[in-house]
């Protein structure tokens, strides 16, 4: 199973919004609405941001949205501020009843 | 308050076998799926495997990576998950994190800290 394909960074500044892509095929983010998004700070765990392509959990900003178009997942993150400053890994289950992640983007707020 | 705790890692040589622990509590552990990933340094999140709770079979899942050397197991009396590693490579070294997972929607939604895993001679 390969990765799904993610820019390696993105940014932008204080306020404004970003969008980061996530692309896999008919078998992966295509076939499931089963795509989830984490974000890692350095040294970090990774914590869940987005759930089932754009479900959010219960404690995350609603600044951060996720949304799907055919083989390509977003996540969208509204009004950038300093600690959104990390790296985001898209994942998604398979048809191989496997998952798959991303590479990760890294999100410079400048 | 909802907790896993990975133990286990250190130093291993080539072929040799290590196994890590997952320690929960603050959930009914035996409701959910239980998930492993691993990240190797500098480098991007690798999913491992995960286990599927008592109720649909205890099934397991793994990457291909890992599947025939890597075992997961769980014990639900204990609230606890393993990861049983065989025939280490220089390759499996990373962290590696546990997670409950929400295998309905196959999301990972609380981790632990992780634990070092290095494989060296």
């Known amino acids: 199973q390969s990765a799904l394909t993610q820019p390696a960074s993105v940014s932008g500044s204080p306020g404004q919004s970003i969008t980061i892509s996530c692309t896999g095929t008919?078998?992966?983010?295509?076939?499931?609405?089963?795509v989830s998004w984490y974000q890692q700070h350095p040294g970090k765990a990774p914590k869940l941001m987005i759930s089932?392509?754009?479900n959010r959990p219960s404690g995350v900003s609603n600044r951060f949205s996720g949304s799907k178009s055919g083989n390509t997942a977003s996540l969208t993150i509204s009004g950038l501020q300093a600690e959104d400053e990390a790296d985001y890994y898209c994942?998604?289950?398979?048809?191989?009843?496997?998952?798959?992640f991303g590479g990760g983007t890294k999100l410079t707020v400048l | 308050e909802v907790q896993l705790v990975e133990s286990g890692g250190g130093l291993v040589q080539p072929g040799r076998s290590l196994r890590l622990s997952c320690t929960t509590s603050g959930f009914t552990f035996g409701d959910y799926a239980m998930s492993w990933f691993r990240q190797a340094p500098g480098k991007g999140l690798e999913w491992v495997g995960f286990?599927?709770?008592?109720?649909?079979?205890?099934?397991?899942e793994y990457a291909a990576s890992v599947k025939g050397r890597f075992t997961i197991s769980r014990d639900d009396s204990k609230s606890i998950a393993y990861l049983q590693m065989n025939s280490l490579k220089t390759e499996d070294t990373a962290v590696y994190y546990c997670s409950r997972l929400l295998i309905v929607v196959v999301t990972a939604d609380i981790w632990g800290q992780g634990t070092m895993v290095t494989v060296s001679s």
């Open positions: 286990i599927r709770t008592k109720a649909y079979g205890g099934t397991t």
């Open positions: 008919s078998s992966d983010v295509g076939g499931y609405s089963y």
């Open positions: 089932d392509v754009s």
């Open positions: 994942s998604s289950y398979t048809s191989s009843s496997t998952l798959v």
